[in-house]
């Protein structure tokens, strides 16, 4: 269950309500650069899926799964084998394709102005889907909803599992190449999954492949306690960004702050999946204090039931931001995108353009 932000006399003085502090975060124009695909998925997407598959006995399995939705992950071991579900309803191109628009049509009507989803290539033997076709489907969607929902500008971020070899790593990377040449939708990689499997040492090959091809990188990184070495490890690749950083040893956190490595902060996921125990204990609040590069993302909007607005309401209502900070957070996410030069200017212009209208 989702802890209830209380109103307190700052936001009072800051905002009048907290209704009123959510609906300035959703005019607010929102970067999200941390956003698995199959995580973000809504109740009302999942439904639209299930009713397309038009199978009586998957809606009947799924009756459970969609009652306890958004509240379903306690602890993050109980976080992955979530997916076995969700998968059972994406097992499709035209289902990936749908599940595309529909999620960024969401993230669009919330205000998101630039978005970078990532997801993982997964072959299904039984639908014939492949890695490729997999991807493929994704950025079909993408194209669509660039007519549909024009105000939004969608990158695509193929991940590699932590469940995955080096072979299978080094395929996904080479799918990302490849697409990134002929779409320039295709921006980087992601490294993802239940951070106790896999070593760094499976997955430095597919990381170095990616940076020497001009592919950007993120990696999920000291999600859980007592992962230093493979933490270690993965930031000798030199990433982009991190996604979470939540328990960093002090030599990691050195290297974070001297080389003022991007960290992606997801706090609901974060707080729901019971790393960290409460929103104002988030280490987010140590990192504004040390102006270290932040971006706040959702993860996993559907499967946390929450939004990129109510990220931002949180953390303010939560660590005292205002307005200007609020603005500051989410403009300076702007230099953190995977996308072109030409991309992040367009959307200085945007943040620009949103200040002069708004004082
Ligand atoms: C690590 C996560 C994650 O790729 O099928 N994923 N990996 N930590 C998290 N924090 C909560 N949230 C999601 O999206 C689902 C996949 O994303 C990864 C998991 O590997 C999950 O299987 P895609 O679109």
């Known amino acids: ?14 905002y009048g309500s907290y209704d009123d502090l959510l609906s300035f975060c959703k005019h607010l124009p929102k970067i999200e650069l941390h956003a698995h695909l199959n995580g973000s998925i809504s109740k009302e997407t999942a439904i639209q899926l299930i009713d397309r598959k038009g199978d009586p006995s998957l809606a009947q399995r799924w009756a459970s799964t969609l009652e306890g939705w958004a509240n379903a992950a306690s602890k993050l071991d109980d976080f ?10 994406t097992n499709n191109e035209e289902a990936i394709t749908y599940a595309t628009i529909q ?22 033997l039984g639908t014939g889907m492949t890695k490729a076709s997999y991807a493929n489907a994704i950025l079909k969607g993408i194209q669509s909803a660039s007519k549909s929902h024009p105000s939004t ?36 990689i992601d490294l993802c999954g239940p ?32 992962i230093d070495t493979d933490t270690q490890n993965l930031l000798l690749t030199s990433p982009d960004r991190i996604g979470h950083g939540t328990f960093l040893n002090t030599h990691a956190k050195t290297h974070l702050l001297t080389s003022s490595t991007p960290i992606e902060i997801c ?28 971006i706040l993302c959702t993860d996993d909007k559907g499967v946390f039931g929450s939004s990129l607005s109510e990220e931002y309401a949180i953390a303010a209502a939560t660590f005292q931001l205002r307005k200007e900070d609020l603005y500051e957070l989410s403009r300076r996410a702007v230099e953190f995108v995977f996308g072109s030069e030409e991309c992040k200017r367009t959307l200085r212009n945007e ?5 002069q209208n708004n004082g």
């Open 267 to 294: 706090l609901t996921s974060n707080v729901l999946c019971k790393t960290v125990e409460t929103y104002a204990q988030h280490h987010l609040q140590g990192l504004l204090f040390q102006d270290h590069p932040v």
């Open 153 to 188: 500008t969608v990158r695509l971020i193929l991940s590699l599992d932590r469940r995955e070899s080096t072979e299978s790593c080094l395929d996904t990377v080479d799918l990302a190449i490849q697409l990134k040449n002929k779409t320039g939708l295709v921006v980087g």
């Open 80 to 89: 992955f084998p979530l997916f076995k579900c969700i998968y059972e309803i």
């Open 351 to 355: 943040w620009e353009r949103f200040r």
């Open 103 to 124: 999620t960024i049509g969401e993230f669009s009507d919330d205000g998101v102005t630039y978005l970078e989803l990532r997801s993982t290539p997964r072959p299904n």
């Open 195 to 226: 951070p106790t499997d896999g070593t760094a040492v499976v997955f430095a090959p597919a990381i170095k492949r990616a940076k020497e091809s001009g592919l950007k990188v993120t990696l999920h990184a000291a999600e859980i306690q007592n």
């Open 1 to 14: 269950m989702k802890e209830k932000i209380e109103s307190n006399a700052f936001l009072t003085e800051a």
